[in-house]
């Protein structure tokens, strides 16, 4: 069964793009084609104006980071997870990694500091720390592309706020395919992309979007707003 179906989408190199829609969409599709999981059965994905299918798989995903909502982590120490994304890399540009992703106050704490034992799949740690790992370990990478995939969507309101903070320092001017239900995390992308069905039904920005009288991305964000005002 097609899950994306005509969708047409070009991100500009050092543009923000986001991909808004509810679920099963084919948001999540979207990476999976990017990153090869699977090959369109129908059209092209073009990486640099080549298609994916020419690239050593290798190179091609080494361009990239990933966060996504699911922080994998190894039962290893805060640096080897950390460094996993670039093995070669100096403890100074991890450190530095680590500063830039907000993640280096909360490390410290830890009396074993980089030496902490995460655990398996980091349950020693809160959801708002894997994350800002995850974010470190993305910029160590300095990666071409960057794809956030529901990267803040199971956080409370100050964890939230702490990734946000660092994933802005991350996607400054660089390429970013942020996907999201959260309007803190796309309204100030470049281009919004809001699939419905398997289609884009509308593009633009946050603003020219919420011009659109019946619009789909502005219903959208006004039932956030509208949930946003019941819980409180």
């Known amino acids: 069964m097609p899950v994306l179906q005509g969708l047409n989408l070009e991100i500009r190199e050092g543009q923000q793009c986001a991909l808004v829609g509810s679920s099963g969409a084919g948001k999540s599709t979207v990476v999976q084609l990017l990153y090869r999981f699977h090959d369109p059965q129908q059209g092209a994905l073009l990486v640099q104006g080549r298609d994916a299918r020419d690239w050593p798989l290798e190179e091609l995903r080494g361009r990239m980071a990933w966060v996504p909502q699911d922080v994998v982590l190894f039962g290893r120490s805060i640096l080897e997870n950390i460094r996993y994304s670039r093995p070669e ?39 708002g720390q894997r994350q800002r790992i995850a974010i470190a370990r993305a910029m160590l990478r300095d990666p071409n592309l960057l794809v956030l995939d529901e990267a803040t969507s199971s956080l409370d309101p100050e964890s939230e706020s702490l990734v946000q903070s660092a994933l802005e320092t991350l996607m400054k001017g660089r390429t970013s395919l942020v996907i999201a239900h959260r309007l803190s995390t796309v309204r100030h992308a470049d281009v919004i992309a809001f699939i419905h069905e398997g289609q884009i039904a509308e593009m633009g920005s946050h603003d020219e979007l919420m011009q659109l009288e019946g619009g789909r991305y502005r219903a959208f964000v006004q039932k956030q707003w509208n949930g946003t005002l019941t819980s409180h």
Do not use: C, K, M, Y
């Open 89 to 127: 890399a100096s403890d100074d540009e991890v450190r530095r990694a680590a500063e830039d992703a907000n993640a280096w106050e909360f490390i410290e704490r830890f009396p074993d500091g980089w030496n902490t034992q995460v655990g398996e799949r980091g349950v020693q740690l809160s959801g």
